[in-house]
T-cell receptor
């Protein structure tokens, strides 16, 4: 079983819609959860981090964490074509140690 | 803040040569840096974890004698690809751990092409 799983997509949404990206992880002891955005040919850029159950909002982005279900999601409101990228979910088992990345979900926002 | 740089941003070399890639944390000290490799249309693959002043920890399947990592200071880690071959052509990305926040920040990456 893969440690961090994501739907590879592509996920296509119309401009202005809500994009919902999902991620599940296998290790119940995971402590920290991150969403990165990666444009083609570029390195990943941190969007959100979340450490406790519930929602965390930052602008158009909302991260949701449910540790009981081992599930973390990212919602992008009012999606823009510039949001088209691959979104990587990362999970950290032990504070200060390496992350485990999911395979990424490719999002395409259609104008 | 939390800016990580890499140099060079791209390099083309002949098969059999060695290539050194530098990763620097510009505005913070990073006790831990990570080296990743990414092939086209694939996700990041962790190669090794580099701690300042100690030997790097390599992931399974990564040859430590081929990918030499040196983390000589709190702001600099280097990856040397020795005797590079075409199959080593990839996008190499480093990241640095911002200790107090447990967040990783990535450098811009180095695209290596071995002819």
């Amino acid at each position: 079983q893969k440690e961090v799983e994501q739907n590879s997509g592509p996920l296509s949404v119309p401009e202005g819609a809500i994009a919902s990206l999902n991620c599940t992880y296998s290790d119940r002891g995971s402590q920290s959860f991150f969403w990165y955005r990666q444009y083609s040919g570029k390195s990943p850029e941190l969007i959100m981090s979340i450490y406790s159950n519930g929602d965390k909002e930052d602008g158009r982005f909302t991260a949701q964490l449910n540790k009981a279900s081992q599930y973390v999601s990212l919602l992008i409101r009012d999606s823009q074509p510039s949001d088209s990228a691959t979104y990587l979910c990362a999970v950290n088992l032990v504070y200060g140690q390496n992350f485990v990345f999911g395979p990424g979900t490719r999002l395409s926002v259609l104008p | 803040g939390a800016v990580v740089s890499q140099h060079p941003s791209w390099v083309i070399c002949k098969s059999g040569t060695s290539v050194k890639i530098e990763c620097r944390s510009l505005d913070f000290q990073a006790t831990t840096m990570f080296w990743y490799r990414q092939f086209p249309k694939q996700s990041l693959m962790l190669m090794a974890t580099s701690n300042e002043g100690s030997k790097a920890t390599y992931e399974q399947g990564v040859e430590k004698d081929k990918f030499l990592i040196n983390h000589a200071s709190l702001t600099l880690s280097t990856l040397t690809v020795t005797s590079a071959h075409p199959e080593d052509s990839s996008f190499y990305i480093c990241s640095a751990d911002l200790r107090d926040s447990n967040e990783q920040f990535f450098g811009p990456g180095t695209r290596l092409t071995v002819l």
